[in-house]
């Protein structure tokens, strides 16, 4: 996968308050950090991180204060529980010839058969699966033909191809499934319990006449 460089600005000031101006001129505070060496606090434009989006399992070439250029990969980005924009972002540097962990996109590939003729539904059960590569091999995705799978089949982890990096999600696990329609009569099944209610409410009402006719 090419390289994507990203700009970002090393900065001094941390904590809530420092973070919460930061997002309110338009930029996401951020650590970057690598084994052996100490965490750099940083921050990067809003609409530079909107730049690289789908983009998050390759190889970045990190530009510190337009200077210091660095390899790294987006370790996490967290968050806005209600607004589900960004607000911090983890950069994990990378060694050259030192493998690394990380997770990538499975993607699923055509039309199921058991969509398209059975009246079936697809399941896209897991959609990420940890990987171990060089980070110059780190794939863009993996992907997986579900043409071919009927009602009641699946895929599993252990059914998934890659070059060059080792799959470290268990190979149990079920990647995507082809369910049965789901066929409910509740609705028929209330219906008649109105019915039924209804039908025992008139002879109470007729019974509490009668009593006060007597």
Known sequence: MAEIQLNVETRENTGTQAAKKLR?????????????????????N???????WGTESGLL???FDDKTHKKAVIRDIQYDPIKGSPIHIDLMGIKKGE??????????????????TQGGILQHILREVEVECLPSEIPSSIDIDVSE???????????????NVTIMTDMASV?????????????EEAEEVEEEEEEGAEPEVLSKKSEDEE
């Open 24 to 44: 309110a001129a338009e930029k996401i505070p951020g650590i970057f950090y690598l084994r052996g060496s100490k965490n750099i606090p940083i921050t990067i």
């Open 46 to 52: 809003r609409a530079d991180l909107h730049g690289i």
């Open 61 to 63: 070439d990190i530009i």
């Open 99 to 116: 493998k690394i962990k990380m997770n990538v996109a499975v993607q699923l590939i055509g039309t199921p058969e058991g969509v398209k």
């Open 149 to 163: 799978l009927n009602i009641g089949d699946n895929l599993h982890v252990s059914d998934l191809e890659a070059e």
């Open 175 to 187: 990647i995507a499934a082809v369910s049965a329609p789901r066929i409910s009569e509740e609705p």
